[in-house]
């Protein structure tokens, strides 16, 4: 599967949760196949959405869903760390590893190569990290949901994208509605 | 009061709860002081534009972030001030030490200082430099200014500030 695939299979499941998704396509896709007031596109600034997303779980109590990629887990390191001493039990970062730069035309990455993130998160603190294949993305991301821990969920697929519309919605009101379904 | 002591008032005053830092010889004391305080939640983070991520996560969970850091992270946060910070307008104060300023013993410091102002410029960063220990005053002020114009707004505070190095 690749991550358009999965996406919408666990649509159901995002619908009702706060998501911060991925810079580039992944958002293009989130977006034009179940665009929600709860979901934070990034727009731009790859790398960070592992840290709004930890940042936004430690303010309220909400579950917090990433949608993040490896490429950018790998941009932001750091990261790791900072969720392995701080996250809290309604944080789960979910890694789309599709082992490449998806949005910039499918360049590897070196988590294709000898590189795993997972045990990667493990040495960085991270006590709860799940390895699942695609098709059990949406059982894996419910438990998650259901158990109240703080997860880092690898999801291993296929590389590829679809084709979908940039997002032209003014950030601005990205990030006031987002704000507005936090609060309601 | 220490002016550590005095800023963290001040950010506490101004309702900032959520606190990131990365470390600076010059910052050590009002980070302890960050730590000590039980009204704030305290997050080191290991680079500032995570940093930033999380103060921009903490501010749409409802909480009024901060970030304290060294200038030379200017160096590395400019893609996230903009795309981040400015592009979806939120509220970020910056307590920054200016090294590389006068009473400065380190020389390699001088080489990111001659470059802070201008990139804080050129990013329309509404910035203040903090030179004199009286200029403290104007803290409160700014901090109310930030949360009320939305935008990243840099506070340096330079060596002759913190009364110099001590040993120097
Ligand atoms: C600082 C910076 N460098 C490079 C880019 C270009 N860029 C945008 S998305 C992306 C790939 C992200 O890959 P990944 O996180 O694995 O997500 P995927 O698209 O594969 O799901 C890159 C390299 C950027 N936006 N910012
Ligand atoms: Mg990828």
Redesign the pocket.
């Known amino acids: 599967m690749i991550?358009s695939e999965i996406l919408r299979e666990i649509a159901p499941i995002l619908r009702d949760q706060l998501v911060v998704c991925?810079?580039?396509?992944?958002s293009q896709e989130l977006h034009a196949i179940d665009d929600q007031p709860s979901n934070f596109y990034m727009l731009?600034?790859?790398?960070l959405a592992s840290s709004i997303g930890l940042g936004l779980a430690l303010a309220q109590p909400k579950t917090v869903i990433v949608i993040?990629?490896?490429?950018?887990?790998?941009?932001n390191l750091g990261t790791l760390p900072t969720i392995g001493n701080n996250a809290p039990g309604n944080y789960i970062l979910m890694i789309?590893?599709?082992g490449?730069?998806?949005?910039?035309g499918?360049?590897p990455?070196y988590t294709g190569k000898k590189t795993d993130l997972a045990g990667m998160a493990r040495a960085a603190g991270c006590d709860n990290v799940v390895v699942v294949q695609d098709v059990d993305t949406g059982p894996a991301l419910q438990k998650a949901i259901a158990g109240g821990r703080a997860t880092v969920l690898v999801v291993k697929c296929d590389?590829g994208?679809a084709k979908m519309p940039v997002i032209t919605m003014d950030p601005v009101i990205i990030r006031d509605r987002f704000m507005k379904a936090v609060r309601a | 009061m220490s002016i550590d002591a005095r800023i963290v008032d001040d950010l506490v005053a101004n309702g900032i709860e959520f606190v990131t830092t990365v470390p600076c010889k010059q910052l050590a004391g009002v980070i302890e002081e960050v730590d000590r305080r039980d009204g704030i939640f305290h997050i080191p983070s290991n680079k500032e534009d995570e940093g930033m991520g999380l103060c921009a996560g903490a501010w749409m969970g409802g909480k009024r972030p901060a970030i304290i850091m060294q200038n030379t992270a200017i160096g590395v946060t400019i893609?996230t001030l903009a795309t981040l910070i400015q592009y979806y307008r939120m509220p970020l104060p910056m307590l920054i030490s200016y090294r590389g300023e006068l009473r400065e013993p380190v020389a390699c410091q001088v080489e990111m200082a001659v470059h802070t102002k201008a990139l804080l410029a050129q990013l329309n960063i509404p910035t203040y430099h903090f030179h004199r220990q009286s200029d403290v005053e104007e803290l409160d002020m700014i901090l109310k200014y930030t949360f009320m114009c939305s935008k990243p707004v840099a506070i340096l505070t330079d060596a002759n500030f913190w009364g110099g190095y001590g040993d120097q």
Do not use: A, E, F, K
């Not at chain 1, 991925?22 to 992944?26: D, E, L, T, V, Y």
């Not at chain 1, 490449?100 to 910039?104: A, E, L, R, V």
């Open positions: 991550r991925n810079i580039g396509i992944p731009g600034t790859m790398g993040d990629g490896d490429g950018s887990v790998l941009t789309i590893d599709n490449s730069y998806g949005s910039t499918d360049q990455t590389s994208n | 893609n």
